[in-house]
């Protein structure tokens, strides 16, 4: 499957009213294509999506302009510009994001949804209990043990150079990139290889933010003990098991 009709159809799924992830022009998608990826176009509506809802994005040009410090909204809005100018469309206002996560991650298909029950608590005064422990040992093998969340920031340069300096960070302490990114007052981002994947961490995710929801409703939420959590995270058979998840799809 080329890579527009790869993301015709995980958009489709993410938008389906079924997923409970997206309304109207919310979210967006994105895969990586050698050195660029084709990310949804600004104010397309993901469950309504075309293979002409893509833009593609030169990854090394668009992390330039991260890099610069001296870069703001005059100079996004100018490399957007060029962007619409070739491809007939802008992309999303949170493209950056993705370019961050291609460059920090050894993601090739991203997902960022605004799932209610993650929102839910993403919105809510306790949105470290979508981080701070494991619930259960299929969360661990799907959404891994160390999501990150990242405070409110307003989406575009300023949330991509947060997102890149959170993410360097979660990585040198804990040797690894998170396969989800939590976002305060916004919605979620799924890194994966595949779009098979990514939807199934976005349900894991919708999953997981319920339980916290409904045990919170019914005397507290107690997770998994440390080193059990670390027990299926390093577990051979869960290893293979979320080595299989991962390239479901990709074949």
Do not use: W
């Not at 022009?25 to 293979?51: H, I, Q």
């Not at 060029?82 to 994001?97: F, H």
């Amino acid at each position: 499957m080329n890579p527009r009709d790869l993301l015709t159809d995980l958009s489709r799924r993410l938008g389906d009213p079924a997923m409970d992830a997206a309304v109207l022009g919310e979210g967006n998608t994105s895969a990586r294509d050698g050195d660029t990826m084709l990310v949804k176009a600004s104010g397309a509506v993901l469950g309504e999506a075309t293979p002409d809802d893509f833009v593609r994005v030169d990854l090394a040009a668009a992390s330039a302009l991260i890099e610069d410090d001296d870069a703001g909204d005059a100079e996004v809005d100018a490399f957007f510009a060029e962007i619409a100018e070739r491809e007939g469309r802008r992309p999303s206002v949170e493209a950056l994001l993705h370019v961050v996560l291609y460059e920090e991650t050894e993601a090739r298909v991203i997902a960022h949804s605004h799932p209610t029950a993650v929102n839910a608590l993403v919105c809510s005064e306790r949105p470290e209990l979508l981080v701070d422990g494991a619930l259960f040992p299929d969360q661990i093998v799907v959404l891994g043990a160390s999501p990150l969340l990242v405070p409110y920031i307003d989406p575009g340069l300023a949330l991509a150079r947060e997102v890149r300096s959170r993410l360097r960070a979660h990585i040198d302490r804990l040797g690894a990139p998170p396969a989800v990114v939590y976002l305060r007052n916004h919605g979620m981002f799924a890194v994966g290889t595949n779009p098979a994947q990514v939807l199934g961490m976005t349900a894991m995710a919708q999953k997981c933010a319920r339980v916290i929801v409904g045990a919170a409703a019914v005397g507290g939420v107690r997770f998994m003990p440390a080193d059990e959590v670390t027990r299926i995270e390093t577990r051979p058979d869960e290893r293979y098991r979320r080595a299989l998840l991962a390239a479901e799809g990709a074949r």
